[in-house]
């Protein structure tokens, strides 16, 4: 119940907040400690795998010890404590506003489009249509439905869970798998790049902890979408994209929505069909917003009982 309560402070905040500025947000903090490592090294795997190993954790034990320190002075301190936690791991109001910014300035001010993709996704916008910026706001926002919210939700629900079972404080750990996880994704954000020999630890353990959430992240969205249907008409379309794992809530979207979303040099998904329009972009990112909500629920259910 603890931790249920946690999960709606979480939400709250999303929804009052969004998201504090960058220089006031631990996730940016965190970055400024995995930074370093952004250079040539005589042997990178291994500086690389130190890194991953060492650092998540470091982040973990920090956001639990914080969250502990809180329950020890008030049950009810805990809880918010914990809940700022989680707040500050996930993100979904500042995703659905820079998509729908896109989208909304695809048709009437491309050189807007191109500048404010530049908030959701890592390609050259330069010579994108505006059907191609809209692609690339939906896709963003499906794949960040994932990383950005469903895994740190599910690490914080799966804590909440088990911790008791074998003798833990529920906030605390449940805080720590959070933090983790982000942290996570955060080092994969920043160095999992095939140039960057130094990210491929951090990139391969972000593949194996976003394998649940992005399919998890593709079912919300299929029911956010009314479109059951559409998980099974995405795996046509995985093979093409270079991610085990994005791909699924992408494809879950070009399939519910009834459009082709691409990358372009890159991947394809529901080639036989048209670029989104306008309502149709906003209808996606409004159906990420829906999973994002389903989500929040899913957590808060699953840390109740």
Known sequence: MLSTGAVVVAA???????????????????????????????????????????????????????????????????????GVALFLTTSLRRLLEAAQ???????????????????LAGRDA?????????????????????????ASLGAFALGAVFAPLVGLPALPVAAGAAAWVKAVNTMDSMLGYRTKRVGTPA??????????????????????????????????????VPSPNSGWPMGVAAAALGVRLEKPSVYVLN?????????????????????GLLAYALAGVATWF
């Open 126 to 150: 330069s010579a994108l249509s505006p059907g191609l910026l809209r692609s690339a706001a939906v896709e963003s926002a499906a794949e960040n439905l994932a990383d950005g919210l469903v």
């Open 203 to 240: 990139a391969r353990l972000d593949d194996a902890v976003m394998w649940i959430p992005a399919r998890v992240s593709a079912a919300l969205l299929a029911v956010a979408l009314a479109a059951p249907g559409s998980l099974t008409e995405a795996r046509r379309w995985l093979v093409a």
């Open 12 to 82: 709250a905040l999303e929804a009052a907040v969004g998201e504090p500025p960058t220089r006031f947000h631990p996730v940016a903090w965190f970055g400024s400690l995995v930074a370093p490592l952004d250079r040539e090294w005589a042997r990178p795997l291994a500086v690389g795998a130190v890194g991953a190993a060492t650092l998540p954790v470091l982040a973990a034990g920090v956001v639990a010890a914080f969250v502990a320190a809180a329950a020890s002075v008030s049950t009810l301190l805990g809880v918010l404590a914990a």
């Open 101 to 119: 910014s896109v989208v909304a300035d695809s048709e009437s001010d491309a050189a807007a489009a191109r500048d404010g993709l530049l908030a």
């Open 271 to 291: 080639p036989d069909a048209s670029l989104p329009d306008v309502e149709t972009a906003q209808r996606g990112v409004r159906g990420v917003g829906v999973a």
